[in-house]
C-alpha cells in the first residue's frame, strides 16, 4: 500500500528553522515527482516546493524562495523540506504529496495523486 507519512510540524519563533519529511512506503520516491503543499486556515492549499524524479530538478514558490530548501535522500525514500527564516504567514498545514502520473514538477494540486496526513507548523513568538 502507497503510503507518506510527513513529520517535523512544530511551533517555531520567527526567525526559526524546521525540517519536515516525508517517508514514503510502498513505492519509491526516486520515481516521482514529490511536491510540499500548505493551507492556512481560511485559505487554498497551495504549492510550496517540489522535486523532480530522475534530475532531481527543484521548484519553490516565490513566497519560499531562498529560505525552504527540497531535498531527497533515495537510501531512505524520504524528502526533506528545510525552512529557515520563517515568518508568521508560513503558519499552515503542510502536506507532501506524489504524483505517479509525472515525474517532473507538476503546479496542478491534481496531478499529485498520494497524499500524507500533514504535519502543522506554526510561526509565532
Known amino acids: 500500500q502507497l503510503q507518506l507519512v510527513e513529520s517535523g510540524g512544530d511551533l517555531v519563533q520567527p526567525g526559526g528553522s524546521l525540517r519536515l519529511s516525508c517517508a514514503a512506503s510502498?513505492?519509491?520516491?526516486?520515481?516521482?515527482?514529490i511536491g510540499w503543499f500548505r493551507q492556512a486556515p481560511g485559505k487554498e492549499r497551495e504549492g510550496v516546493s517540489c522535486?523532480?524524479?530522475?534530475?532531481?530538478?527543484?521548484y519553490y514558490a516565490n513566497s519560499v524562495q531562498g529560505r525552504f530548501t527540497i531535498s531527497r535522500d533515495n537510501a531512505k525514500n524520504t524528502v526533506y523540506l528545510q525552512m529557515n527564516s520563517l515568518k508568521p504567514e508560513d503558519t499552515a498545514v503542510y502536506y507532501c504529496?506524489?504524483?505517479?502520473?509525472?515525474?517532473?514538477?507538476?503546479?496542478?494540486?491534481?496531478?499529485?495523486?498520494?497524499w500524507g496526513q500533514g504535519t502543522q507548523v506554526t510561526v509565532s513568538s
Open positions: 504529496a506524489a504524483s505517479v502520473s509525472f515525474a517532473y514538477c507538476s503546479g496542478h494540486i491534481s496531478d499529485y495523486e498520494y
Open positions: 510502498g513505492f519509491t520516491l526516486d520515481y516521482n515527482a
Open positions: 522535486i523532480s524524479s530522475g534530475d532531481g530538478s527543484t
